[in-house]
């Protein structure tokens, strides 16, 4: 399937209601983590079923429950049962491909980001959907695999850090956002360093590596920026949003996110402007350089070529050339060769070919 | 005629109340089809002529008429008489080379989009028009050819999916356009996934026929533009709409159309710049290789020039050349062309040309 | 001058009530002409000059004067003191390299838009200032040149069609911008026509002519979207003008206008990327096919630039060449000629050269 | 110092009030003249000092005051005492490299624009900075050389136009801001003119001058575009501004401005793009050539170097050669030399390369 | 680490209240100097500790403290204990690679920026950044390393400039903004200057260091865009800022703020248009100057290859040639070289080549 957009045929005309998941599999069981805080408790746990969720719940902490694999779908139905979730934003859930978005509902807010994992090594960037629904004091991320970039949270929330137990589960939800965020800076810088490390390599020596190196980063800077503008777009919603949901202490916050997004928006475009411009180096060095190749060759063409022209007519076979008689004619021919060679010599000269 | 633009000759001046069909006839006859339905009931069949309509609508049922073919103005003018729809409107429907667009008039609104198919064979998409007239509870689809992309949604109507049965023709109209749309997104997942199978392609060995590949796809993706971006403004316009016969709950729905239709113009635009990448990381690579070939025909000249000279000059007949006579000339001979050559060897070796 | 912009030395510093004509003059002399209709009569008539307009004039009928020819002022003059035009209006009027405006005064409104000619042989568009001022029952055009498109809005007057004769002249102007911007159409159209046959040419076989073509295009394309863009701005404004002077129920018409000019502008566009692609491709056909050429020379150069000079060495006339004298000696020159060619072979093979 | 953009060393953390002459100095004195003038009656002056201003200043007469030369700052401050300037103003006025802008003081209005002068040989364009400072009955155009466009104003004045003489200053200052624009729009056609006659050079002979002239046009059209986009923003501006210093009666010829400064932005974007066109032309025609030179060079190489290779091949002397003593191994010689020509004739007529 | 974006991985999760110094250390001590003002007395210092500020501090006078060194946490923990600053503020001015900002807070204003700092010789733009904190007399400056352009702002101050030590903390802020941004202005010239200077040296003689230098200023000129652009989001903002920490009347100083940052942007996007245009005029002209090389080559080739061959012909030791033995061979034999060579020359003549 196309990496950039991903559209099974499967999903044309399917109702909005209708629980079908749309992305691909990638595990085989589903793992649900609860993590239950308030001021002065915190509770970590491994969930057999949805339903246990209420039996942890209580009104004054705020439970955050962690979702890993959607494949099934009736794990996904008990949750619309057991804690009166809209259907559509459930069967929204499944559909992995969606654009990042932002969408209020009754009694809850939905919002859907892509996290990003670099590798290293293969210079590729792989993403995953990660939906976060929460009100007050219930937040479920849903995740497509185990393993996520959430951990300096988890310290935090078990640290006891004042501001994070202590507040609803739109601070946990801007906390979970913002290392999506932040992640997304670390992997451009990543990304960025070994952009900015080509610049002397294609002056200097330009090879057939150099090219596919600018190709590859071209695509995955392509990849980001798919990622991060309709992110962007979907953080400026989140400003401008005027929900109870969101408390007003957070408006702060929730600049400070919109900064970061922006911050990375504006670092992707400028990286594939520097993409640009290195190709377009490379491209007239590459030009350049054929001019030398060529020069080169052209110089000892036009010197050789006629001299050896001369050196043939006085290898005929005739029997009557009268030259070849003549005591000093093989030096006059050295003499005429040299002179040849002369006039072309300084004629490059003045060409400033040489 | 033109692929991206249609204008014939004939439309200049006609008046806006005139019926003439300015498309190209794609059917030889016009085919009406009806289907009828409420909650609880559900009713299809072939019509013979518009007048019979009548007969089978009701207050509580939504009545659901196809037209496949637009040549007939004859049928059109039924219309106009039979179900009170504006001279205007009809007059809209015929030109099936207007852009996409969506008109309030006082009893009915007017949706147009193009409905695309793909040829995979021959990477070709070919578009058709699509217009929608609908108050509450009648829908009229007019499309230019039989056989369309909606058979997910008859499907959706006899199985009696409690939604879109008890909805009013809104909840049709919105159903259609989303076929349409999710059908482009999946035609250019379908486009996207060769685009993106080009890039191994490119940088090791490029062809000719990889140059072919770039430019039908641009020429499709450039098609997919004009096709969707003023689709994506008649989608906007849409959902800021405030009328009466759109009930407040297709709102939701509506914003994942907008979603959908977002995504569909980013996929395009991602991919029009994936292919401008592709054909300058093509157009550098070949420039590349043209230097490698011209190293290799220059190394050889240089090296080569100049010792068959050397020979020429002995393959002279003069009478005198004293160096002939010498015993070892023809082995000094030698060692000259090996010091030559060797003196080259090291030159380009310093310019790292070997 | 100048195609793209004309604007003349005399213009500068010029009051805005001067009467100076600054167009080029293309008739030599001034032609008149008037329709006088009403729902129930029509009367057509060549005047001698403007005073008679006053004779035709009737409360309850609309007239439309023609005015072909503007460089006589003596004319323009009667015009401001017969019928109270304002000497601003018929200023602006002179200047017939004006942008496409509209502007509101007291007691008419003024329209200016550009007439297109497309001479399909030469491939060439020129353009003609065409300015309509109007108020409810008078409607004057001004052109610099006898012969427009006009002739089907006439023959839809003598006709008798119903709507426009019963009219203002609001109506009259609207179906006059109509078919002026369906003209537009219809010209992008054609070239486009020619545009989209250059695609396989450039592919195929690639030739100067294609380059010539391109250029050509390119630069009517560019003369296009220099006359659309600021008429496209000139119609939005129309569409948003609150005046006294424009009926209600043309509403709807001129958002088809604006339709169809929206719809000129991004054909425009299209065709514009469209002649850019081609010009990238062919360039870098151009590039690949050089690499064909230059492929087969280094090949033939390779292989025989070695073996030739083996030739050259025993064609010398040293005295003593051992090698001259073995029998087999030619055949072993023959032998490694021979292997030196198979090795090359084999080593172009390797490259996939051949 | 850079064209583009002048910024000395000196401005930085100048305090806004301080009155430095940051431009460069053009003329080594400084020249006051005044007009003075009201409907009936026009007086023309050089004044030796600012104070000489009050004596002629009538309640009911508009004082028009040109300052050639800026470099003295005792004349300005002179200015500050004699005519209650803010001082603001004036240090505004001193630096000459300021972008257009309009500011509106409590008893003035400040308004500064380049004016520009063509160089047609050598195809330069250079800017002086002119500032207007008005209010009802009072305009001082600050310049930083003697002459100007303004000789049709003065004209206009003394020979009594009624408009301009029964006006206020703001008619005078709509008047001078007038020429300057016409000015641009003169300008930008006279190097229209130049860059569309190029267009048939590019791809008949395309030459280095073509080069050269593409490169100097570009820089051209560059310059003007800086002048001009601030100076369309300023137009803009005061066409929105809400002063009591500008008289109703003005906003048709502001309008007019508008329309005036928006043409020249537009036709400098054309230029800009067929510059750019016209540039890709050139390239891909000199690559074009190219190909062709390089056909006619392999297809010498490669019908002759291998006959070439023939007759080297019996031109060596080994003892032992048997072909050489057939009596018909010459003929037979030419026969293969000539078949081998026959072969490769028709092979570079399949290829289309003859 | 990347120079466009510097995001390290500790950064990711953090509270947006811990205090973490996430840039790079450039001092290993920390400097505090504060400046008390007033309009009649003026006081510098250099403080130990901050909580010596309290001692200087009075009701009517502006206290300016700059810091040099942000590494010592323990600094800025004593700064929000002493001058209750918000610890949200702080954290802020420890992560000095964000972007220039603006935000309000409940008793002072925050504004960062960058300083920037040209290496003439290496043609490199370092940057620093600033961070102003401020309310109505107390403005605290923070900067990563000792030295600034701040000095002239110290000299107004100390010379009693009436405007400066009469104002607010606002003033100063502006100045120091100020100063920064014509900063900006002064660099983008010098670099910009070089820029222009490169246009005579591309199209006369191009080198392979005309192309290192178009790359060095092209990242340069990205560098600084990087800068400039959120720089001038941030003035924009501060010019509609309604706080009442901001004084009216410095509201027109702010206005000609953002005119220079908009005239840096500006310039900025200028430079990066010459040095697109420069590059693609120096890829063009390389490409000229190769046809010239290529058209010498095959010249000199098609003229001498085919000669080359005639002799080589009669150089051939067959026994039976009949040719070789007519007396006047040997002539005719140069006959029809002469005449190949004319017919040659004649057609490069026409050809135009020579």
Redo the contacts between chains.
């Keep these: 399937?196309?990496?950039?957009?991903?559209?099974?045929?499967e999903?044309?005309?399917?109702?909005?209601?209708e629980l079908r998941f749309l992305g691909e599999q990638k595990l085989d069981f589903v793992k649900l983590r609860l993590i239950n805080y308030s001021e002065d408790q915190l509770e970590e746990r491994e969930l057999a079923s949805i339903s246990e969720i209420k039996d942890f719940q209580s009104e004054d902490a705020v439970s955050w429950v962690n979702i890993d694999g959607l494949h099934d779908t009736g794990v996904l139905e008990e949750l619309i049962a057991e804690l009166q979730i809209d259907k559509?934003v459930v069967a929204d859930v499944l559909d992995t491909h969606?654009?990042p978005?932002l969408?209020e509902y009754e009694n809850c807010l939905y919002v859907s980001v892509k996290m990003l994992q670099f590798d290293d090594d293969e210079d590729q960037i792989t993403s995953e959907n990660l939906v976060l629904v929460f009100n007050n004091n219930l937040l479920i991320s849903f995740q497509e695999r185990v393993g996520d970039?959430?951990?300096?949270?988890r310290e935090?929330l078990r640290k006891n850090?004042k501001?994070?137990r202590s507040s609803n589960a739109d601070y946990l939800a801007f906390?979970l956002l913002?290392?999506v965020i932040?992640?997304y800076?670390?992997i451009?810088?990543?990304l960025?360093?070994k952009?900015?490390d080509l610049?002397d390599e294609?002056?200097e020596?330009?090879s057939?590596d150099s090219?596919?190196k600018?190709?590859t980063y071209?695509?995955e800077i392509?990849y980001l920026?798919?990622i991060i503008?309709?992110c962007r777009e979907m953080i400026q919603n989140l400003c401008r949003l005027d929900s109870e949901l969101i408390d007003e202490s957070i408006q702060?916050?929730l600049?400070?996110l919109r900064?970061n997004i922006?911050?990375a928006n504006?670092?992707v475009d400028?990286?594939r402007?520097?993409l640009s411009?290195q190709?377009?180096?490379?491209?007239?060095?590459?030009?350049?350089?054929?001019?030398d190749?060529?020069?080169?060759?052209?110089i000892?063409?036009?010197i050789?070529?006629?001299?050896?022209?001369i050196?043939?007519?006085?290898?005929?076979?005739?029997?009557?050339?009268p030259?070849?008689?003549y005591?000093?004619?093989?030096f006059i021919?050295w003499g005429i060769i040299i002179i040849t060679v002369l006039i072309m010599l300084w004629y490059f000269k003045r060409k400033?070919w040489l």
Aim: glycine letters at 4%; hydrophobic letters at 40%; a positive charge.
């Design positions: 399937m196309a990496r950039f957009l991903k559209a099974k045929k999903a044309i005309g399917l109702s909005p209601y559509l969606r654009r978005k969408q970039v959430f951990n300096p949270i935090r850090k501001r994070i906390a913002d290392v932040d992640n800076l670390h451009i810088s990543r960025g360093e952009i900015e610049d294609l002056i020596k330009p057939s090219l596919v600018i190709n071209k695509v392509s920026r798919k503008k309709p702060v916050h600049d400070e900064h922006e911050q504006e670092a400028n990286y402007e520097i411009d190709l377009n180096i490379f491209h007239t060095t590459v030009a350049y350089k054929l001019n190749v060529l020069k080169m060759l052209t000892f063409s036009v050789f070529i006629p001299i050896t022209f050196a043939g007519v006085y290898g005929t076979n005739f029997e009557n050339i030259e070849l008689h005591k000093y004619s093989y021919m400033k």
